[in-house]
C-alpha cells in the first residue's frame, strides 16, 4: 500500500526576500525535485543573487522554506507587508502577489485548522491589506486576478471571491469598517467545506442526491466555525451562511427570499458565481468575463437582486478593462 505524505517544503515568491534582510528560516530552491539550500538561517540575503536565479535558472518563480520553519516565514511576511503597505516603489503586481499568496496560505492554514485564533486574525489583518491595494490602485483587482490560480482550490477561490466583493462592495460605496467586515465573510464563506470530502468537491460531473445534500451543509459549517469565534457580528455570519440563498426562495440553507437575505450574503453570492465561472474546473474551462455575465443574465437573473447586478455588470466592466 503507498502512503501520500504531506509536502515537507512550502513555496514562496521570489519577491518575499530583498537584498539585505537577515533570514530567520533557511532558504531552498528546487532543481530536479530536490531541494537546495542557498541562504542558511541567521544570513543576510546576499545582493543580485535573485537577478542570478532570474537570469540562470529555469524560470524558478519560488523559493522554498522547510514546513517547519512557517511559522518564521509567516512573521517575516508579516512585517515585510506592514512596511511596504504605503511604499509607491513596490510595484502593484509585486504587492498584489505577496497579498494574494500569503492570503490564500492563510486561509488553506485555516481549512486545516478552523478554531485556530492566530490564522483567524492573520486572515484579518490580510483582508486591510488587501482592502489597502484595492483603494490605492485603480488596476488593482486585474492585477490580483492575473495571478488567481487558474485551477480551483478552495483558499485561492475564497482569495478571488473577496478580491471581487472588497472591490464591488468599495464601488457601492461601503465604508472602510464595512468592506473589513465583507471582506471577511468573503474570505471565510466556504472554509466550512473542510468537512466536505475532497473528491465531492472535485468530482467530474454530476453530484448525486446524497453527495449533493453532503455539499449543501458547508454554509452551515461555515456559520459554525465563525460562531465559535465571539467578535464576528451578525453580518458576517449571515453573509456566510446565506451566500446561496436565491432570491425566488430556491437556495439553500434556509430558503430564504430576496427580502430575508442579507446584503453581504447578496454581494459574496454575485462574486461567488462570477468566480467560480471564470475559473477553470476539472469538469469545465474557465468562461471570460463577457461570457460568464452573459450566461448569469440569461440563466440566473431570478435567482438575484437585480439591481445589485447590473450593479455588478457596471462594476466589472468599470475594474476588469482599466488599462
Ligand atoms: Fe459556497
Redesign the pocket.
Known sequence: MSVLSEPLFHNIPLCAIKPGMQLDFNLYLERENKFHLIVEKGDIYPEKLTDNIKNTNDLSEYFYIHLTEKPSYDNHIESYLKKISSDDTIPLNEKSLLVYKSTSDAINDLLKNPESKKSLERTKTLVDHTINIILNYDTSIKSMMSIGSHDYYTYTHSVDVSVFVIGFANYLGFSFENLRNIGYAAMM??IG?NKIPHEIINKNGKLTDEEFSLMKS??CHSYDVLKFHDEINEDILMGVRS??EKARGNGYPDGLKLHEINDFAKIISLC?IFSALTTKRSYKNAFSSFKSLQMMKQEMINDFDEKLFYDFIRFIGKSCTHN
Open positions: 464563506h466556504d467545506k458547508h454554509p451566500h446561496h461567488d
